[in-house]
């Protein structure tokens, strides 16, 4: 096998990324999409490592196989769907949840199965899983940059295959035992210093290439699930299902405090650390920030306010697939968590949905981006603008559509 040039002592991740990438390029093993770079690469021979999975034992005994959505590992995917097991794949960038189940057309045929591996087959024959949607995954495979046959592994940078599996630690989706592994070319099995892993990098028990199998037998223990202090609000906002993840942990006493929290919250003065404050203190936000605010963070679900009278600009936003057992308060208290807090609540339990009336369109648009993925008492909620801004008698038929 091709080996790329052990990284310089001192050498650090970016630098180890870099110089596989030039590698994986200059000897003519990378592969469609290139260049390889800034991506998990895929090279010469990813079908023939993936294939080598079915005659692993773990690979076997799996029932729900977690496989990443990067090019390299489309062999894998196909692999899970023609073993007609159940694929969940990553949503890109985690933008609309957690997974997508892959649910091949009933008598699919060998063509459909490859299409369904591919990243178009993905987005037409997916079904979303929200954090209720009790995934037990008994497998992980993982795309890598590089990694050491100590199990060691670095990714393209951004986090998301780590944030993942930590999200599946925290679900009760993977136990400390389910198996990871990688598929990657021979010459991107290196040396890594211990030195450059964190406490959140996720390791690998079994390396597929195209010449080989390793077992790394890798004794450092994998993420326990959300180091909060390390997550940042920008990373919050673009992940929406890593809010509703902090917001049930928080639920059960966790410490979640973020990562750029502490520093807001020195600043003891700024409206979100009154906001924070008055929800640690079990007060309406409005009565830790004097009268002025009063009116635009709530009013009572069953009060009218006189300031939505004539104004056309009031937007509603429908709430749907409540499920029976959560009441208005615990709606109201995920609303002020997530910053979200309406003028008016109007609440139809038994039809299972609420509607939340905002100020403006633009107001209304954030709270249905920062509510997205939001989960009580076991269902994803549905979140989304009303169809019918004037008569909501309509919006559930139209809505539902």
């Known amino acids: 096998p091709q080996l790329c040039p052990p990284p310089p002592p001192g050498a650090s991740k970016q630098a180890v990324r870099e110089k596989g990438g030039d590698y994986l390029e200059a000897s003519g093993l990378a592969a469609f999409p290139r260049p390889v770079h800034r991506r998990i690469p895929n090279f010469q021979g990813s079908h023939q490592a993936c294939c080598s999975i079915k005659e692993l034992d773990v690979f076997n005994k799996a029932r729900e196989i977690k496989v990443d959505p990067d090019k390299p590992l489309e062999g894998v995917r196909l692999a899970v769907l023609q073993a007609r097991k159940t694929l969940l794949v990553p949503t890109p960038r985690l933008r609309t949840g957690l997974f997508n189940k892959i649910v091949p057309p009933s008598g699919a045929t060998k063509e459909i199965l490859r299409i369904c591996a591919t990243s178009q087959g993905i987005k037409e024959y997916s079904v979303p899983v929200g954090l ?53 070319h021979d010459c991107q099995v290196v040396d890594i210093a211990e030195e450059l892993l964190d406490d959140h990098d996720l390791t690998v028990d079994y390396i597929l290439t195209p010449t080989r199998t390793v077992k790394t037998n890798c004794k450092r223990p994998k ?27 928080k639920q059960t006493g966790k410490d979640v405090t973020l990562q750029d929290e502490h520093s807001d919250l020195a600043n003891a003065n700024t409206p979100a650390a009154l906001n924070e404050k008055a929800m640690a203190e079990n007060i309406r936000p409005q009565a830790a920030m004097g009268s002025a605010q009063v009116g635009q963070h709530y009013v009572e679900s069953d009060s009218l306010s006189p300031r939505l009278g004539g104004s056309g600009m009031i937007t509603t936003v429908y709430v749907g697939n409540i499920p029976p057992g959560v009441r208005v308060n615990e709606l109201k208290c995920a609303l ?50 009303a169809k019918n801004q004037r008569n909501k008698g309509q919006v559930e038929i139209n809505s539902q559509k």
Do not use: C
């Open 336 to 385: 002020r968590e997530f910053h979200a807090t309406p003028l008016r609540l109007n609440w139809q339990g038994a039809q299972h949905r609420a509607f939340l009336d905002y100020k403006d369109k633009a107001t209304a648009e954030s709270a249905v981006s920062s509510l997205k993925g939001l989960s009580l008492g076991g269902n994803t909620l549905r979140v989304e603008l």
């Open 132 to 184: 209720d949607g009790k995934a037990r995954v008994d497998l992980v495979v993982v795309g890598s940059v590089a990694v050491s046959e100590k199990g060691w592994r670095i990714g393209k940078g951004e986090g998301y295959a780590d944030m993942e599996y930590a999200m599946m630690v925290s679900m009760g989706a993977v136990q400390e035992d389910t198996p990871v592994i990688t598929i990657v």
């Open 223 to 249: 993420p326990q699930g959300i180091i909060w202090h390390k997550v940042s609000y920008e990373m919050l906002e673009k992940i929406p299902v890593l809010k509703s993840l902090r917001y049930r942990e």
